[in-house]
């Protein structure tokens, strides 16, 4: 197959996505970087032409892959994910009102474009999480304890702001990632609780939370995502949505998702059929030791010669 990986200049050197683009180029596909933030693009050649099986992106808020991805789908070919997916949990004020329109657990949500404002927000609601509705890796999150400490929540520069109340939980969030209807998870140290005794590794998936995580795919029509769950006293709360997002601790990811960007490639996944791909299914944890090959029918494509990887 021919797939162009779009890579925004954030993680032009980092492991995810290209080390799945080099294992891509390894099982005998080729595989075009390109970089959307860093160099001139030929619009009509690049997306017109149509000569890629299916584009990626790994993407920051605000980038400009993702204007590059819904050409590409304006003109019919196949994206991972879906444009409109990805655009719909890049705003997380857009994805709160999608999600709890739909029944998913997340939390009552307000927004402002600015910290102090959120002093209209009832006391009882308080403390409250404050980050940017455009944010993701755990960047510009906070917890403000009362109205009072709002004024020293204010930062500049962050565009709108998006507050939850804050979910009581052990210094652990939960993260789910989904590759095309495989279920992971991992615990992960919170970002309200950076200095928490929280060893981060994969951990067996209820499922209750299956369950959830596999309503944030048909919701929101996405292939490859994230969500990060915190346990509250009254059960999962989903407090943050990512497509594309690390994979981390999840047992042979750079093979697990080069496999499932190329299952979704072929089938167009839940973009071209507007049902999720593949039924939702949870391996057992762990399923295959760190640094073993997954056993993907393209890894029998090794000895092939290697793709034209740019990287």
């Known amino acids: 197959m021919k797939l162009c990986f779009l890579v925004e200049e954030l993680y032009r050197h980092d492991g995810m996505p290209l080390d799945v683009v080099r294992r891509l180029s390894s099982w005998g596909h080729q595989v075009d970087v390109v970089r959307p933030g860093g160099s001139l693009l030929r619009i009509s050649e690049e997306v017109r032409a149509g000569t890629h099986d299916a584009w990626v992106l790994k993407t920051v808020s605000g980038g400009p892959g993702l204007t590059l991805l819904e050409a590409a789908a304006a003109v019919g070919l196949t994206t991972v994910n879906d444009a ?3 655009r719909a949990v890049r705003d997380k004020v857009l994805t709160s009102v999608i999600a709890r329109q739909h029944g998913l657990p997340v939390p009552v949500t307000y927004s ?33 304890p009362d109205p009072g400490h709002l004024a020293e929540a204010e930062r500049a520069g962050e565009g709108q702001l998006i507050a939850q109340p804050y979910v009581p939980n052990p210094g652990s969030d939960l ?30 998936l209820s499922a209750e939370v299956a369950a959830v995580a596999g309503k944030v795919g048909a919701v929101f029509g996405l292939d490859l995502y994230g969500i990060d769950v ?9 407090v943050d949505i990512n497509d594309f997002p690390s994979f981390r601790q999840v047992p042979d990811a750079v093979s697990r998702l080069a496999g499932a960007v190329l299952d979704l490639a072929r089938t167009g996944g839940t973009a071209r059929t507007g049902v999720p791909a593949f039924a939702p299914r949870i391996p057992a944890q762990p399923q295959t030791p760190h640094g073993q090959p997954h056993p993907h029918p393209e890894a029998d494509m090794l000895a092939a010669a290697p793709g034209a990887a740019q990287i």
Do not use: M, N, Q, W
Not at 112 to 126: N, Y
């Open 230 to 238: 915190v346990l509250g006293p009254d059960g999962p709360v989903i």
């Open 112 to 144: 402002a474009p600015r910290a102090t404002l959120f002093a209209d927000v009832p006391d009882e609601l308080f403390p409250l999480v404050v980050k940017p509705a455009d944010g993701s890796s755990g960047r510009g999150v906070r917890l403000v």
């Open 175 to 204: 993260k789910v990632y989904c590759l095309a209807g495989e279920f992971h998870a991992t615990l992960r140290r919170s970002p309200l609780h950076p200095d928490g005794p929280v060893e981060e590794r994969a951990v067996p």
């Open 84 to 86: 409109r997916s990805i």
